[in-house]
């Protein structure tokens, strides 16, 4: 477990940035990249999301005020830059982000990195039906097996209201999977 | 019959006698939810289907601090905007609105640029650049580049708006 203050403080430090940095990269570089795997589905544009994501903490570690934890700001990041992704998709379509959503699912039967089966795909087709607030809760709660109070840390919403969305998201998704089973 | 009357009112307790413990608000209630989004929960598939190439996260390091190094050339250190007078800034903000347009990879339109430096033209700092505009790929135009200042009189001068430029200057130099 790294001491999050002392490795800001290296983060911060000119002599010692690259050093510390590469520790962070280490540390979270995995974390970070199922959380926005699980948001934009390819794994080439989790990559260029993740790469991106790193290069925003590196540029912006110097303004960082330690009001959160580093792991929930590198994660905000991270959540800002999928959805940031996945609009400018949409944009360039001229469709919304649901059926961008949707669009990317639909390129998984035939996506190599992706090893499911048919009830895994309508599994993840659900998910991107949800709204994005319910689809992140849900990703965090059930794919990354992240606490609620994590969750909370990271996308500033309380406790009950996380359990809420992810109860709605739960029962949402069952509803998809058995229309489309039966 | 009256004697086990009798023992079983001795074991039940008053509804007056309170045990003295309590629960959260809305707990049963909870409860109930937990139980059914379990039930759901044991039902969903839970493997991870997302597969990676087998050396990715070894190569990932490189991959970013390459991308972190600076580029060779010439460094531009944003915080002497503050010290050129508006018209030489003004200058820049023709300098990149240039390279944006013509980039294609860039979105943002040069009027986005003119007006976030309007407003933001005493605070502007490169992080402030880098973050605020996260649809620019910021390579692509090299940053980090040192402009002297006899190459911004020069295009102060070759410029459409030197007159504009002019009074722009005027003014600075009276407040």
Redesign the interface.
């Known amino acids: 477990m790294i001491d999050e203050i002392a490795l800001v403080e290296e983060l911060q430090n000119i002599q010692t940035k690259?050093k510390a940095?590469?520790i962070l990269?280490?540390e979270y570089?995995?974390r970070l990249?199922?959380h926005i795997?699980?948001i934009v589905i390819s794994?080439d544009d989790a990559?260029d999301v993740?790469?991106n994501t790193?290069?925003?903490v590196?540029?912006?570690i110097?303004?960082f005020k330690q009001e959160s934890k580093l792991y929930s700001w590198m994660y905000r990041i991270a959540t800002n830059?999928s959805i940031?992704f996945i609009n400018?998709r949409a944009r360039e379509r001229n469709i919304d982000i649901t059926e961008m959503k949707q669009k990317l699912v639909s390129n998984l039967e035939s996506d190599k990195?992706?090893?499911?089966?048919d009830?895994?795909i309508i599994?993840q087709e659900a998910v991107a039906t949800l709204p994005e607030k319910q689809q992140l809760v849900f990703n965090m709660k059930?794919?990354n097996h992240m606490k609620y109070q994590q969750i909370s840390d990271i996308l500033d919403t309380s406790v009950g209201g996380l359990?809420a969305s992810?109860?709605h998201a739960?029962?949402k998704?069952?509803l998809y999977?058995k229309k489309k089973t039966h | 019959m009256r004697e086990n009357d009798e023992h079983t009112q001795n074991w039940k307790l008053s509804d007056d006698i309170k045990t003295g413990f309590t629960v959260p608000e809305n707990y049963f209630k909870?409860i109930e939810?937990d139980f059914s989004?379990n039930l759901?929960?044991e039902?969903?598939?839970k493997?991870?289907?997302?597969?990676?190439?087998k050396t990715?996260?070894e190569e990932?390091?490189h991959?970013?601090?390459e991308?972190?190094k600076p580029k060779k050339g010439k460094i531009l250190n944003f915080k002497k905007i503050k010290l050129i007078p508006v018209a030489a800034t003004i200058a820049l903000i023709i300098f990149f609105g240039t390279n944006f347009l013509l980039n294609n990879n860039s979105?943002l339109s040069y009027d986005e640029i003119v007006n976030w430096v309007d407003m933001n033209i005493n605070t502007i700092s490169?992080?402030d650049i880098?973050?605020a505009f996260?649809?620019v790929n910021f390579d692509d135009i090299n940053p980090y580049v040192t402009i002297k200042s006899e190459d911004i009189i020069e295009s102060l001068i070759n410029s459409d708006d030197i007159d504009f430029l002019i009074e722009e200057a005027n003014i600075n130099e009276i407040n």
């Not at chain 2, 493997?47 to 190439?53: G, S, T, Y």
Request: proline fraction near 3%; avoid cysteine; aromatic fraction near 18%.
């Open positions: 690259e940095f590469r990269i280490k570089k995995e990249y199922w795997r699980k794994h990559d993740l790469q790193f290069i925003k590196f540029k912006g110097d303004n830059e940031t400018k990195w992706f090893s499911g089966n009830i895994e599994l059930y794919f359990k992810y109860f739960v029962k998704i069952e999977i | 909870g939810d989004l759901i929960e039902k969903l598939p493997n991870n289907v997302f597969e990676i190439p990715y996260f990932l390091d991959h970013i601090i991308k972190i979105e490169s992080d880098t973050i996260t649809d």
